[in-house]
């Protein structure tokens, strides 16, 4: 099993959509959950850290799920902004070791 | 802040060439990651330091890669010999303390190995 998953998409939908993806991970002792955002060709840029109880941030909901082990981002009232590849991230959970990316999941948004 | 600042943007050389791309860090952070971006595989993290101390090199491919921090503000990557597979881009990045907080990117280096 690989350690993040992400259904790669593409996800495409009309503006005021509603579109949630998830991300598996197969660490059980991960502590640490965010959601990237890349624009092409640009750098990964944090959209929004994870936390246990669930968080939201304008349009933007991340859940966490960790008896089945998975996080999810909901985003409300879709933009053509949000036209983006979303990266889930999740720390491995060994001392000393570094985040781990999932593949991503592109969306894309059209009027 | 000026932010993750990699330099070139773009490099393009030939099959066995060496190649070293350069990264300043944001100023006050700990931590710096080097990592590569491929459509087959994702990001990738190669390796990362802390406090300019290589913590975590396993993403390293193989000899032909190697990773250096002099200083605090300052990290080299370098391949040689390059191959064709070492087309990707490079991102670097750094947090402010330890591995498992919010990275910093940079715009990344587009390496082309023909």
Known sequence: RKEVEQDPGPFNVPEGATVAFNCTYSNSASQSFFWYRQDCRKEPKLLMSVYSSGNEDGRFTAQLNRASQYISLLIRDSKLSDSATYLCVVDANQAGTALIFGKGTTLSVSS | ?114
């Not at chain 2, 597979?85 to 280096?109: H, I, N, W």
Request: glycine share 8%; proline share 7%.
């Open chain 2, 1 to 114: 802040d000026a932010g993750v600042i990699q330099s070139p943007r773009h490099e393009v050389t030939e099959m066995g060439q060496e190649v070293t791309l350069r990264c300043k860090p944001i100023s006050g952070h700990n931590s710096l990651f080097w990592y590569r971006q491929t459509m087959m595989r994702g990001l990738e993290l190669l390796i990362y330091f802390n406090n300019n101390v290589p913590i975590d090199d396993s993403g390293m491919p193989e000899d032909r890669f190697s990773a250096k921090m002099p200083n605090a503000s300052f990290s080299t990557l370098k391949i040689q010999p390059s191959e064709p597979r070492d087309s990707a881009v490079y991102f670097c990045a750094s947090s402010e303390q330890g591995p498992g907080e919010k990275l910093f990117f940079g715009s990344g280096t587009q390496l082309s190995v023909l």
